[in-house]
């Protein structure tokens, strides 16, 4: 069974206030719990039947959200780190340079829509893009590993931003754990 992971250290966060990180923190807790539910539900459904197949549509769901937001806030820091030399060369070869990468992930994050801005590497050629992922289970690139996540469901930012998500957008920029993100492209 998996355990709700504790990222309290973030507390005190710039741009994060203690109630949005709170409830935050609290929303992720809710997916752990229903991962592990279901896992225990699939248990007692027999093949075939409407449940079964409805549990396990529901289990891409709980399950993309539990780890989604484990990997949003595992790249989150108060302390501010540098890029990694071989991240920033990728994102160089990919984008031109930082600012363009920047451009094309802080894009997709204030566009209109909920969901999940995510900088992936291709596992078989190591090749960078930025995805949008909507809803927890739809837009994921298979053979892809998530290397920065970031959160833009409303529950990430309307306690302190009301609807204005690019300042949101641009604190999680400010916030970002540069060394977290370059050891999951060592992965």
Do not use: C
């Not at 833009?152 to 754990?177: L, T």
């Amino acid at each position: 069974m998996y355990t709700t992971k504790d990222f309290s250290n973030l507390l005190g966060l710039t741009g994060f206030s203690e109630t949005l990180l709170n409830n935050h923190f609290n929303l992720y807790a809710g997916y752990v719990t229903n991962t592990n539910k279901l896992i225990d539900l699939l248990k007692t459904k027999e093949v075939g039947t409407p449940e079964y197949a409805e549990l396990h549509r529901r289990f891409g769901w709980e399950w993309n959200g539990m780890r989604l937001h484990e990997l949003y806030f595992e790249n989150l820091s108060k302390e501010g780190s540098r890029i990694p030399p071989e991240l920033m060369s990728s994102i160089e070869k990919t984008w031109g340079n930082l600012d363009n990468w920047k451009k094309d992930f802080v894009g997709l994050g204030t566009m209109r829509g909920i969901g999940w801005v995510v900088l992936v590497k291709d596992n078989t050629n190591g090749e960078l893009f930025n995805v949008w992922v909507n809803e927890h289970d739809t837009g994921h690139l298979i053979g892809a590993t998530p290397l920065l996540v970031m959160d833009v469901f409303e529950h990430s930012y309307m306690i302190d931003y009301g609807i204005k998500k690019v300042d949101y957008v641009n604190a999680f920029m400010q916030s970002i754990n540069w060394s977290v993100v370059g050891e999951r492209m060592k992965d």
